[in-house]
């Protein structure tokens, strides 16, 4: 079975500054697609980014960018800038590439989760 | 498109009575998922359909929980009878084939 770890629970930064969101993953696959969803305190779940496990480039969405080492098995999320809007709990998550069947593997698996403060 | 419709938002109920989530999924997605969110224990996957079939079962916590697409595109979550334990956020989401998934806004669930 895959298993994400975030390793660190709370995070702290100044607003305007840069920060980054560790995450690592288990996996015996080769094709898979990993993320990272923000939940504020709306608790709605919200779609940060995506990274296909094949494409050697990182993903990039306007001030958000990951840096996905394949063979370390690290998936760590950079908020440039970083906005009072951007204070919310941050999930990384891994599903595997092997959809359009019944194989049972469109579920996500999510971290525990990194608990973002921006300080004004 | 509204997204994924969860009711209730917010549901309190006593220690053995029946609790029923219900979710309507966004229009042309197949996959369907109910996840449970605790401080404790995260993110957890409850289940999950596929065409409206079940395909993966094994977070159900025990008999008490049940799941149903009674069509493709409503699924209820019950609960009967209900514990404080089962006090938690339950989120249902939807997909269709590799397209991200769309999360509703969550039933936050107090059993007393």
């Known amino acids: 079975a895959q298993t994400v770890t975030q390793s660190q629970p709370e995070m702290s930064v100044q607003e305007a500054e840069t920060v980054t969101l560790s995450c690592t993953y288990d996996t015996s696959e080769s094709d898979y697609y990993l993320f990272w969803y923000k939940q504020p305190p709306s608790r709605q779940m919200i779609l940060v980014i995506r990274?296909?496990?094949?494409?050697?480039q990182n993903a990039t969405e306007n001030r958000f960018s990951v840096n996905f080492q394949k063979a370390a098995k690290s998936f760590s999320l950079k908020i440039s800038d970083s906005q009072l809007g951007d204070a919310a709990m941050y999930f990384c998550a891994y599903r595997s590439g092997l959809v359009g069947s019944n194989f049972g593997n469109e579920k996500l698996t999510f971290g525990t989760g990194t608990r973002l403060t921006i300080i004004p | 498109d509204a997204g994924v419709i969860q009711s209730p938002r917010h549901e309190v109920t006593e220690m053995g009575q029946e609790v029923t989530l219900r979710c309507k999924l966004i229009s042309g997605h197949n996959s369907l998922f109910w996840y449970r969110q605790t401080m404790m224990r995260g993110l957890e996957l409850l289940i999950y359909f596929n065409n409206n079939v079940p395909i993966d079962d094994s977070g159900m916590p025990e008999d008490r929980f049940s799941a149903k697409m009674p069509n493709a595109s409503f699924s209820t979550l019950k609960i009967q009878p209900s514990e404080p334990r089962d006090s938690a956020v339950y989120f249902c989401a939807s997909s269709f084939r590799d397209e991200k998934l769309f999360f509703g806004s969550g039933t936050q669930l107090s059993v007393l």
């Open positions: 990274q296909e496990a094949y494409k050697q």
